[in-house]
């Protein structure tokens, strides 16, 4: 059974960069040939796939968030990170780190709330 957990600041301030951690259990992010993306979901709104990191290390952003994403990888720890530059109120979400590419997902965090405010 694959698990998955977020950690990671609830608060984070305007122009600053929210940084996520996902813990990966039950499984090798590594193992060929699973994609392990972050995806959130805003007030009122749908859910968001933000980008995903592969098996092998390539990864791949939604072009709304290319410039200002990064998905690194720590693969003696198991986990991959977000990390989202120059965030806004607008980046207000509960953010999840789920095993899947960009369309869809079987194994999902338990999410994590994180609020941009001054």
């Known amino acids: 059974q694959v698990q998955l957990q977020e950690s990671g600041p609830g608060l984070v301030k305007p122009s600053q960069t929210l940084s996520l951690t996902c813990t990966v259990s039950?499984?090798?992010?590594?193992?060929?040939?699973?994609?392990w993306s972050w995806i959130r979901q805003s007030p009122g709104k749908g859910l968001e796939w933000i980008g995903y990191i592969g098996y092998n290390g390539d990864t791949y952003f939604r072009p709304s968030f290319k410039s200002r994403t990064s998905i690194p990888r720590d693969t003696s720890k198991n986990q991959f990170s977000l990390q989202l530059s120059s965030v806004t109120p607008e980046d207000t979400a509960v953010y999840y780190c789920v095993r899947g590419g960009f369309r869809s997902w079987d194994y999902w965090g338990q999410g994590t709330q994180v609020t941009v405010s001054s």
């Open positions: 039950g499984g090798s992010i590594t193992t060929a040939y699973y994609d």
